[in-house]
């Protein structure tokens, strides 16, 4: 009997190729569009793609159980009028082109599963759902974007899942690691006012909800994928300081992650000083199961 198929559109970074070592141990092919090669197991295909056009990759698609688009430029940059262009159209474009693309296809996957942002509830110390407003700026607007593209592009023979993921954390990469690096310096404290929200999730449950979006017919529309618990910036820290041993962690005010964060660390220092509340009543209703669903079983797990 062959075995199901799933295809990873973007899957050449640290989700993707957490997902794809987790289908093939569950005993699915599973083939990688990237824009170039990275190391993986030779049982994992990779293809090249441009995330711009429709090519001969699109042939990949041809029967496949599933679509998983995690296709889009980093967030973790300075951002500058053409970084910003980038973030935008690499999400919208590859989005539309694998919409092209399955337009060539007699035998369409079953479901496309979408990457979509929590961001896109903009900076609020309350407590957002799936059906909370939309914020405001460039990461809300990306958002919004994103999610348009993906609704023009998903044929109606289709099932389509939004993931509207939160901050990923694991073993295996991802932005703890910075964090940690922080936090073994000395420099793992409050940030700003430190009230600002840190939705997160743990790496495996990120990797089961994706493949319930894949197996799991009855899942349809957008989800947040966020652990139940998010912490405030400041509590996040101090659990992590707890989980390393570190008893102390130096603050920085706003005006110093502004300067700090694009000079040392070569990144936006809105990251940091922004964020939100997000946990989803509709997995909460549907009775999904995290794994990790308070910070301090996750950060067991990984610093252990």
């Not at 693309?101 to 035998?107: D, E, N, P, S, W």
């Not at 954390?169 to 420099?187: F, T, W």
Request: charged content about 25%; some cysteine; hydrophobic content about 40%.
């Amino acid at each position: 009997m062959k075995r199901p198929s799933v295809i990873i559109a973007g899957g050449s970074g640290y989700l993707g190729k957490n997902l794809a070592h987790h289908l093939l141990e569950r005993d699915y092919e599973v083939t990688i569009l990237s824009r170039s090669p990275v190391q993986l197991p030779d049982a994992i295909k990779q293809v090249r793609w441009d995330g711009r056009t429709t090519g001969s990759w699109a042939s990949t698609l041809e029967g496949a159980a599933a679509l998983v688009n995690l296709a889009g430029r980093t967030v973790d940059c300075i951002k500058t009028p053409q970084t910003m262009d980038e973030i935008l159209r690499s999400r919208v474009e590859s989005t539309l082109a694998l919409g092209q693309a399955l337009k060539t296809v007699r035998r369409k996957p079953k479901t496309w599963v979408q990457m979509s942002t929590a961001h896109i509830y903009g900076d609020s110390l309350e407590k957002c759902e799936e059906d909370s407003a939309f914020g405001y700026g460039l990461a809300p607007d990306v958002g919004r974007a994103w999610e348009t593209a993906f609704q023009a592009s998903l044929p109606r023979t289709m099932r389509g899942v939004i993931l509207r993921t939160s901050f990923v954390i694991g073993k295996n990469g991802g932005a703890l690691r910075r964090l940690a690096l922080l936090v073994r310096i000395g420099l793992g404290g409050t940030v700003g006012h430190g009230y600002q929200g840190m939705s997160w999730i743990h790496e495996e449950d990120m990797n089961h909800l994706f493949r319930r979006a894949i197996e799991n017919r009855n899942m349809k529309g957008a989800y947040i994928a966020s652990a139940p618990h998010p912490e405030s910036q400041r509590e996040f820290m101090k659990k992590l300081r707890k989980a390393m041993g570190m008893p102390i962690g130096l603050p920085a005010s706003a005006w110093m992650v502004k300067l700090g964060a694009p000079l040392l660390m070569n990144t936006d220092p809105d990251l940091a000083l922004y964020g939100r509340f997000c946990r989803s009543a509709r997995l909460s209703g549907e009775g999904f199961d995290f794994q990790f669903p308070t910070l301090e079983l996750a950060l067991k797990d990984i610093m252990y």
